[in-house]
């Protein structure tokens, strides 16, 4: 079984910053990609960055410049560093990896969500 476990969400003014951190636990091979993605109420489930096992990385046109995605492969763990928040950036947050375990290849798996709030 699979665990992804957020930490880091929270309220924040306009111009701040806000580190998530997403840590991935159990009978995992390997991790193939992890990223996060926001959602808010009525919308769609978007993408914001992504990063590869090579270190390939993927942002959104609308934090590109603003957010940074790393990884520490040794710990299973991906973080976004967000800088220059704005309003907009308000929504739950979940991180999503994709990986493989002794009885799946290539699934995906979420965690469960953090919010996070920037306000005006």
């Known amino acids: 079984q699979v665990q992804l476990v957020e930490s880091g969400g929270g309220l924040v003014q306009a111009g701040g910053s806000l580190t998530l951190s997403c840590a991935a636990s159990?009978?995992?091979?390997?991790?193939?990609?992890m990223g996060w993605y926001r959602e808010n109420p009525g919308k769609q489930r978007e993408l914001v960055a992504a990063?590869?096992?090579?270190?390939?990385?993927a942002y959104a046109n609308a934090v590109r410049g603003r957010f940074t995605i790393s990884a520490d492969n040794a710990k299973n763990t991906v973080y976004l560093q967000m800088n220059s928040l704005k309003s907009e950036d308000t929504a739950v947050y979940y991180c999503?990896?994709?990986?493989?375990?002794?009885?799946?290849?290539?699934?995906?798996?979420w965690g469960q969500g953090t919010r996070v709030t920037v306000s005006s």
């Open positions: 999503n990896a994709n990986l493989i375990t002794m009885a799946t290849t290539g699934s995906d798996y």
């Open positions: 159990g009978s995992i091979l390997r991790i193939n990609a």
């Open positions: 990063i590869t096992l090579g270190g390939g990385t």
